[in-house]
């Protein structure tokens, strides 16, 4: 990372404020497991319970436009956090604040009608009905996502707890909205066009960000609130003309709260492309200036996320020894391989149906990238409200929206400014997409969330939308 600053004590400065903002994320989740950890397993196993006899698991995500097909508003990332919760720790102290566990050597069978009929909910199942049930660690390192789920379990019902995080979620997108629309309503000039976008990407996000879908997740609402909560700063402090310091500093806070609970769910690159997005929209932007923002801002946030990681294996390390970290080692090598057999059933007949044969795309990685595509496209309608039609419009008409304009712009823009954002927003487009030419392996076993970073993509096609209209029709001025 390189902030062109002649000033090498500057340069030092910034590294030791992103390593101390890692840290105190990595402390800060140790402090709230140790309070999780104090919690009685049996007030998690009667939470879980409650929400299994009661319906709870089994409520219907906000599918308006699905018809009556039956979407979970659960998924089975939930039944897996929640089960870490309901057994008992495998080694008291530490390293059971540190690594949650998980039922093992379990029957690969879906869970009946009461949980999502996914495996793992099976598996929630089966840890309620036997404390002695086999057991070991999950990936080892401390999750974030495991340990909201405690905090609010240890004093609501998992119904209320999921409504206050869908809650928060909102409330935030609409403070955002309620903000920049205001001002919009009554400035004008410059700042027109950035409330504008603000307000199409606060909206957007509700629309198209699959908060009907997944807002109430443990998994997923998380990192959803800490990007809502980074939107609407945003807003408030324009990163294209803030101090350097403080952009560092908030890029690095971003990243390492992505870290943090980051689940393999796509928050990493929605992250980083949000943070792009966040200084490509500003007016007065100028080359020389807005590149080192932007520089200084990836070069941060991925610091603070690769550090927050290191610092979350390091612990592993030293708790079990070097010999544990095979298991993420091996994990990530799966994730990001070529498919090697992980196509099979309705994915290959809906390959074939394409005229392309299903050997390849379940043995090249250009097969499987495709594959994958298909598969989010598939699911998009669940994602968006029961519409697959709107799915695929949104999924994979608003990226290339994005792409295809944003080219554009960059190469025949009318000013320097405008040409500049496009490369900006066509930058955080491309390194978005380039997750799926890696997590190859994952995106097709995971493809029913892994569309998240893509809508991403449309809520910015929605804000240049928004940001070129502002510009077209200005708001008149009052005469006195």
Same mark, same amino acid.
């Given at each position: 990372? /390189?902030?062109?600053?002649?000033?090498?004590?500057? #340069?030092?400065?910034?590294?030791?404020?992103?390593?101390?903002?890692?840290?105190?994320? %990595?402390?800060?989740?140790?402090?709230?497991?140790?309070?999780?950890?104090?919690?009685?397993?049996?007030?998690?196993?009667?939470?879980?319970?409650?929400?299994?006899?009661?319906?709870?698991?089994?409520?219907?995500?906000?599918?308006?436009?699905?018809?009556?097909?039956? !979407?979970?508003?659960?998924?089975?990332?939930?039944?897996?956090?929640?089960?870490?919760?309901?057994?008992?720790?495998?080694?008291?102290?530490?390293?059971?604040?540190?690594?949650?566990?998980?039922?093992?050597?379990?029957?690969?069978?879906?869970?009946?009608?009461?949980?999502?009929?996914?495996?793992?909910?099976?598996?929630?199942?089966?840890?309620?009905?036997?404390?002695?049930?086999?057991?070991?660690?999950?990936?080892?390192?401390?999750?974030?996502?495991?340990?909201?789920?405690?905090?609010?379990?240890? !004093?609501?019902?998992?119904?209320?707890?999921?409504?206050? @995080?869908?809650?928060?979620?909102?409330?935030?997108?609409? %403070?955002?909205? #309620?903000?920049?629309?205001?001002?919009?309503?009554?400035?004008?000039?410059?700042?027109?066009?950035?409330?504008?976008?603000?307000?199409?990407?606060?909206?957007?996000?509700?629309?198209?960000?699959?908060?009907?879908?997944?807002?109430?997740?443990?998994?997923?609402?998380?990192?959803?609130?800490?990007?809502?909560?980074?939107?609407l700063y945003a807003w408030r402090v324009p990163l294209a003309q803030a101090e350097r310091t403080r952009v560092v500093r908030a890029a690095a806070?971003?990243?390492?709260?992505?870290?943090?609970?980051?689940f393999l769910i796509g928050a990493a690159p929605a992250g980083v492309a949000l943070l792009i997005a966040a200084i490509a929209f500003n007016p007065?932007?100028?080359?020389?200036?807005?590149?080192?923002?932007?520089?200084?801002?990836?070069?941060?946030?991925?610091?603070?996320?690769?550090?927050?990681?290191?610092?979350?294996?390091?612990?592993?390390?030293?708790?079990?020894?070097?010999?544990?970290?095979?298991?993420?080692?091996?994990?990530?090598?799966?994730?990001?391989?070529?498919?090697?057999?992980?196509?099979?059933?309705?994915?290959?007949?809906?390959?074939?149906?394409?005229?392309?044969?299903?050997?390849?795309?379940?043995?090249?990685?250009?097969?499987?990238? !495709?594959?994958?595509?298909?598969?989010?496209?598939?699911?998009?309608?669940?994602?968006?409200?029961?519409?697959?039609?709107?799915?695929? @419009?949104?999924?994979?008409?608003?990226?290339?929206?994005?792409?295809?304009?944003?080219?554009?712009?960059?190469?025949?823009?009318?000013?320097?400014?405008?040409?500049?954002?496009?490369?900006?927003?066509?930058?955080?487009?491309?390194?978005?997409?380039?997750?799926? #030419? !890696?997590?190859?392996?994952?995106?097709?076993? /995971?493809?029913?969330?892994?569309?998240?970073?893509?809508?991403?993509?449309?809520?910015?096609?929605?804000?240049?939308?928004?940001?070129?209209?502002?510009?077209?029709?200005?708001?008149?001025?009052?005469?006195?």
């Open positions: 990372m /390189h902030f062109r600053d002649p000033n090498r004590r500057d #340069f030092l400065r910034a590294g030791g404020g992103i390593a101390a903002i890692a840290a105190a994320v %990595l402390a800060g989740l140790l402090a709230l497991s140790a309070a999780v950890s104090q919690v009685p397993v049996s007030v998690f196993r009667a939470r879980a319970v409650e929400a299994v006899e009661s319906g709870t698991f089994a409520a219907s995500a906000f599918i308006p436009l699905g018809g009556d097909r039956k !979407v979970y508003r659960y998924h089975y990332n939930d039944c897996l956090i929640v089960s870490m919760l309901v057994l008992e720790p495998l080694d008291p102290g530490l390293r059971a604040m540190v690594s949650p566990r998980a039922a093992a050597g379990g029957p690969r069978q879906a869970a009946p009608p009461a949980l999502p009929p996914q495996r793992d909910c099976n598996d929630l199942l089966r840890a309620l009905a036997d404390r002695e049930i086999p057991r070991a660690y999950y990936h080892r390192y401390i999750h974030g996502d495991w340990i909201v789920a405690g905090l609010l379990l240890s !004093v609501l019902p998992l119904g209320a707890a999921s409504w206050l @995080l869908f809650g928060a979620l909102v409330g935030l997108s609409l %403070l955002t909205a #309620f903000l920049a629309g205001r001002r919009l309503a009554v400035g004008g000039g410059a700042a027109r066009e950035r409330d504008a976008a603000w307000l199409a990407m606060s909206l957007a996000f509700l629309l198209f960000g699959g908060v009907g879908r997944f807002g109430w997740s443990f998994s997923f609402a998380p990192s959803d609130i800490v990007f809502s909560g980074f939107l806070l971003l990243g390492a709260l992505t870290a943090a609970f980051e007065g932007l100028v080359a020389a200036r807005a590149a080192r923002r932007a520089i200084a801002a990836i070069g941060s946030y991925a610091a603070a996320f690769a550090l927050t990681f290191t610092l979350k294996y390091a612990l592993v390390a030293a708790l079990w020894g070097l010999s544990a970290l095979s298991d993420g080692g091996q994990q990530l090598a799966w994730r990001i391989g070529a498919p090697r057999g992980n196509i099979g059933g309705s994915t290959a007949d809906l390959v074939a149906s394409l005229g392309m044969s299903p050997e390849w795309a379940a043995s090249t990685r250009l097969g499987g990238i !495709v594959t994958g595509a298909l598969r989010m496209l598939y699911y998009s309608g669940d994602f968006l409200f029961g519409s697959r039609l709107l799915g695929v @419009l949104v999924i994979g008409g608003g990226p290339a929206a994005l792409v295809l304009g944003s080219a554009l712009l960059a190469l025949r823009g009318r000013t320097p400014e405008t040409r500049l954002r496009a490369r900006l927003l066509l930058a955080a487009a491309l390194l978005t997409l380039s997750w799926y #030419f !890696v997590f190859v392996s994952h995106t097709i076993g /995971h493809s029913e969330f892994m569309m998240r970073p893509l809508s991403w993509l449309a809520i910015f096609s929605c804000g240049g939308a928004a940001w070129m209209w502002a510009k077209a029709w200005p708001r008149p001025r009052l005469r006195p």
